[in-house]
């Protein structure tokens, strides 16, 4: 069997520092803030070369932070790629503003500059630009149109840790930034959590108000907040983690020109990698019209995979009367795409047989 994600094998090859560092933070009931969430934060920020981390509960509750730290009229628009995972569209809900699509490139699946200036109008607020898949959007472009428009940008990089755009980290490229550390994400926790990162001192200490029940120090609840924070147990992990992501990183390029190598001669569609990217894979999508011969070849031996993502979000209930978007390639792809096993635990012999059943009759 050739598995999609192999987090345990990731585990045991770091396993006496993770181990090591649990018990240092239940031995020391560092279980809600404390040091090692602060040595975390410290870490993450240095890492996205950006000045301010603020950790939270999980990526959505991070979007949802970011949204609400720049203050845009209620009910404004918020633009975001049709296809992205759903809790970028559910933050813009839940934060009272309403959500319009705009479509994606067709190889890089990031968003279309083109499609993105026709989706803007006067109730426009916000962009949020997905690093879809690992790949950093064309950030330079979206943020020139967003400064003409007077709009603010957000990075959803929840896909996208360490990924660079013109040899800049992703999280720094923005008036901020949503990360998420979701299991199985490029850095992941061991259960949910998430991280704010932004240049911005007032925004961060909003979101860090915002997160901790309004409240900088014990009562002094100055706005009225909620709970969403990195608990130490996950921030402990994380900083275990991060020593090695950009190693795992480099990794996942590695398996991305092997499978470039080994498919290349293929009809299938290829993922882009735009000059102004160094990509991060978190996943590696692929596009053929005859999918459904794909998924049999590929169950039949074993190899797992995933589709990402299966339904556009512009077809799902909650989200589907938002706009008309027929055209756009990012609603027909979901019957194209396909995305095959992805990580540090992938060799060349996997690709090899993984390309020896794709070329099979
Ligand atoms: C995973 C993910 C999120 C949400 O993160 P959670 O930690 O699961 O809440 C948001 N946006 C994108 C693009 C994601 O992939």
Redesign the pocket.
């Known amino acids: 069997m050739i598995k999609f994600l192999d987090l345990n094998k990731q585990y045991q090859s770091i396993k006496d520092e993770i181990d090591r560092e649990l018990f240092n933070v239940i031995t020391t009931s560092a279980f809600i803030k404390g040091k090692y969430v602060d040595k975390f934060e410290e870490e993450f920020s240095d890492y996205c070369e950006a000045q301010y981390c603020i950790g939270c509960g ?6 949802e932070l970011a949204i609400e730290s720049l203050n845009l009229p209620e009910g404004s628009e918020i633009i975001i790629p049709a296809n ?2 759903v ?2 569209a559910e ?1 813009i809900v839940n934060t009272g503003h309403k959500i319009r699509f705009c479509d994606c490139d067709e190889t890089n699946y990031t968003i279309d500059i083109e499609s993105l200036k026709e989706q803007i109008n006067p109730n426009t607020s916000a962009v949020i630009a ?1 690093h ?1 898949y690992g790949h950093p959007c064309d950030i330079d472009s979206i943020a020139k149109i967003c400064q003409k428009y007077d709009l603010k940008l957000i990075e ?1 990089a ?2 996208a840790h360490g990924a660079r755009y013109k040899g800049k980290r992703v999280g720094s490229l923005a008036d901020v930034a ?1 990360f ?3 299991p199985g ?1 490029n850095l992941g926790a061991y259960g ?3 991280a704010v990162v932004s240049n911005d001192e007032k925004i961060a200490e909003f979101v860090r108000r915002k997160a901790n029940h309004g409240a900088l120090k014990k009562f002094d609840n100055d706005i009225i907040g909620r709970n969403s924070r990195l608990d130490g147990l996950q921030a402990a992990v994380l900083s275990v983690k991060l020593k090695y992501l950009d190693k795992w990183n480099q990794t996942r390029r590695e398996v991305a020109n092997l499978y470039k190598k080994y498919l290349e001669s293929t009809n299938l569609v290829l993922p882009a990698v735009e000059t102004w990217a160094e990509p991060v894979y ?1 996943l590696y999508v692929v596009q053929t019209k005859t999918r459904s011969a794909l998924i049999n070849k590929l169950e039949e031996n074993d190899v797992q995979f995933g589709i990402h993502y299966p339904i556009s979000l512009t077809k799902l209930k909650p989200y589907k009367n938002e706009q008309v978007t027929g055209h756009f390639f990012a609603v027909k792809s979901d019957g194209l795409i396909l995305s095959l096993p992805m990580g540090e635990h992938i060799t060349e012999n996997d690709i090899a047989t993984i390309s020896k059943i794709i070329n099979s009759p």
């Open positions: 999980n990526g959505t509750d991070a979007l992205t995972f809790a970028t933050a997905v879809l959803d929840a896909q949503a998420s550390f979701y994400k949910d959590g998430g978190h």
